[in-house]
């Protein structure tokens, strides 16, 4: 695991849908003890992924972290 990961910051969104909800800006430390919702959705930490709509699952998060 990479420490440093663990403090970018990511966008928190829950996804309904079509319709996507923001649950808020934390770090992935925070974002990663979030409870495991199949719904949430991570923006990446090192690009602005949501411009993109381009999205991470917590498996991918995770993986972030450990890479």
Do not use: W
Not at 16 to 40: F, N
């Amino acid at each position: 695991m990479v420490e440093e990961n663990l403090y970018r910051i990511v966008e928190v969104s829950l996804k309904h849908g079509s319709d996507r909800r923001d649950v808020g800006i934390m770090t992935v430390r925070q974002a990663l003890e979030l409870p495991d919702v199949p719904s949430l959705e991570y923006t990446h930490p090192e690009y602005n992924s949501r411009a993109d709509s381009g999205f991470l699952t917590r498996d991918q998060l995770q993986a972030y972290v450990c890479s």
